[in-house]
């Protein structure tokens, strides 16, 4: 069997021992496009190579013209991510197998990451603290601490949207901080008895911090759109680290540019998995470039070493499991 790495760079030494012992020959390859990607695939299967396996990365969108020229027998797209939002699950090969870190198989562990959760923190206290703008006047030569006068998290409402694996570990380093934490969880996750649970109503329009960490399933795809950031508060902020479908851009943007909201950080953007080097042109990033009232970064969630480590080799074994 054979199998594509994508990002290798991603992949330490161990990874590939590991792999090594399976496959019969492993490629490590990065590619500019999805139709390079393809071509490349094409030649081995012409030569009678196939590949079985795509270890796949950010940046390009796997559906059937990819999978159509993997081995027709035992074919494999495995992702080392929560979601699979860069894979077209409805529109692949028949017979391709899935693998990626869903929480039926891989929860146990993932709660032990706490990546994501650490970035939420990161983002809410660069907005409440205004370090974007601070840093930058002192990199122009400027000194003057009244121009940027922030918040504390102490005593502030917090709305966590979500009460999963993220949820969880973001309330609980905000309660240290000595927020009040407010939880809207639509599914069966149960909420601890020390937060009070809301309608998401109540998040939107109470909140001073509003904090999204929900799935990418289709039915939370623009659950958040222009009805419930009508009713944040001025001095509100909102992060998203979860998924940027779940937000209806156009209508946070409107409310940024208009100050009705103080401010928003954003990890996630609409169909960021398969962007790869297109950012041009969003209008996200085209306003945040312009405007101290947005903070994005690029979907950098669980992309830390330990993190990306520990990631890799559990799927690594699901995926040697499953062979």
Known sequence: ???????????????????????????????????????FLKKR????????????????????????????KKRYLVSPTTSITHIDKSNIIKNTKIIYLDKKNFGHY??????????TIMLILMLFRRALPATASVRNSAWNRDFYIGNQISDKKVGIIGFGRI???VSKILESFGAKIYVFEKYKSKVNHKYKKVNIDFIFSKCDII????????????LIGEKLI?????????????????VSERF?????????????????????????????????????KKNDNLIITPHLGGNTLEASNKTKELIIKKLIKIL
Do not use: C
């Open 45 to 72: 299967k012409i030569e009678k190579n196939p590949i079985n396996v795509i270890f796949t990365s950010f940046g390009i969108f796997y559906d059937q013209s990819i999978t159509m020229h993997l081995d027709d």
């Open 230 to 246: 009508n009713k944040m508060k001025k001095s509100a902020i909102f992060i998203n680290t979860s998924r940027g479908e779940i």
């Open 1 to 39: 069997m054979k199998a594509l790495i994508l990002n290798p760079s991603t992949y330490n030494k161990s990874h590939i021992n590991i792999l090594k012992k399976k496959f019969s020959k492993i490629y490590l390859k990065d590619f500019a496009s999805k139709k390079i990607l393809i071509s």
């Open 110 to 119: 993932l709660k032990k990451i706490p990546s994501t959760g650490e970035l």
């Open 252 to 288: 946070l943007i409107s409310a940024l540019k208009k100050n009705k909201i103080a401010g928003a950080a954003l990890d996630v953007l609409r169909g960021d998995s398969s962007w790869g080097k297109k950012i041009q042109n969003n209008k996200m990033i085209n306003y945040f």
């Open 167 to 169: 949820g969880k570990i």
């Open 211 to 222: 904090s999204v960490h929900i799935d990418s399933r289709k039915e939370n795809f623009d």
